[in-house]
């Protein structure tokens, strides 16, 4: 098939080069012409503006958007719109709020244009891995793009087949899903990336104790000098709590038990607290997600091992560094950056 790609960034690049691996051709545009110039000499084919793009794509068009939520994508969906006629595709595979799905889904119907939220996990790690991929918008498109996200998804691998499954739909195993309506790609995604906030505060402050066995102000016989990297391999390997967060808190470790280059400084990207208020509008007690969430507001005031810890995983799966931090104000943002 072909696909427009929009956004070459961490993701954006890498997707597109999944695609191409996988014998899809793609069409890609970034303001920066730097990684457009990088994806032609991969095979891409390369786009100036917007137009050009739209212009150099086959009836029906599909073009995938995978830029910072909020403005960069709210303007580059209207712009789109703008260029694409009955029948075309918008996909936002972004961290989008997905109340702004279901109003710019609404908005595109109007011309005819379809439009597909897309929830993606995978960061740095997709052109391996794949991605696992969380849809929502109406069936007939998400399956007529069939081709597509099978290609990003990681694929059955080696994980063992779940009991009981037969005659369900096999492509969540496959690594993608329909999750439904406009918007319900999204919304699962950020109840994904709430749960995430949860088990990587978990693991961090467990960590955390670990380390602190040392405390001089324990009795001395009960003061251990323990391994990290060694424990974080060894509860890869059977435990009950193993899992890819794990495996990136292992590799940091290993790198660094000190984790010297993070000063633990956690940011948030805004999943966390959309998660919060959705469980707020539903009266669910998430008592874990939000303390997770609050944790990482109070890292930007001190940082202990366990907020370094949190930054080490934040880097190992995003590619993500600590920013500065921000002297006057309160607001770092609008929640609404990349995660």
């Known amino acids: 098939m072909q696909i427009g790609i929009v956004g070459l960034g961490r993701m954006g690049g890498n997707i597109a080069r999944r695609l ?6 793609v069409v890609v545009y970034d303001s920066n012409p730097h990684p457009v110039s990088d994806l032609t000499k991969d095979g891409a084919t390369g786009a100036s503006t917007l137009s050009d793009l739209v ?5 029906p068009r599909a073009v995938w958007i995978m830029l910072p939520a909020g403005g960069p994508t709210e303007g580059t969906v209207q712009a789109i719109g703008r260029l694409m006629t009955k ?8 961290n989008t709020f997905f109340k702004d799905d279901i ?11 379809h439009y597909l939220d897309v929830g993606t996990s995978g960061g740095i790690w997709g052109p391996e891995r794949g991605y696992c991929l969380m849809i929502g918008g109406d069936k007939s498109v998400v399956e007529a793009l069939d081709p597509i996200f099978r290609a990003l998804a990681p694929g059955i691998g080696n994980i063992t087949r779940t009991p009981k499954r037969e005659g369900r739909d096999p492509r969540p195993e496959q690594g993608f899903i329909h999750a439904g309506p406009t918007g319900a790609g999204h919304f699962v995604k950020m109840v994904h990336n709430g749960i995430e906030y949860g088990l990587m505060q978990a693991y961090a402050e467990g960590f955390d104790i670990l380390r602190g066995r040392t405390h001089p102000d324990l009795p001395e016989d009960e003061r251990f000098a323990l391994n990290l990297p060694d424990i974080a391999e060894v509860w890869r390997r059977g435990s009950v709590i193993s899992s890819w967060l794990l495996d990136l808190t292992a590799i940091a470790l290993a790198e660094d038990d000190k984790l010297s280059k993070f000063e633990g400084r956690v940011q948030d990207s805004g999943e966390g607290r959309w998660t ?3 469980a707020i509008e539903e009266a669910i007690p998430a008592t874990v997600l939000t303390a997770a969430l609050f944790a990482r507001f109070a890292s930007r005031l001190e940082h202990d091992f366990a907020d370094k810890l949190l930054s080490a995983m934040r880097n190992q799966f995003g590619g993500h560094v600590e920013t500065p931090p921000i002297v006057k104000g309160i607001a770092e943002g609008d929640g609404r950056g990349p995660r």
Request: positive net charge.
């Open 103 to 113: 109003r710019r889904a609404r908005h595109l119907r109007g011309a005819g244009i």
């Open 20 to 25: 191409m691996k996988a014998g899809h051709k």
């Open 276 to 278: 919060v208020n959705a």
């Open 87 to 94: 029948d075309d595709i918008v996909i936002d595979g972004g």
């Open 55 to 59: 212009a150099q794509l086959k009836l």
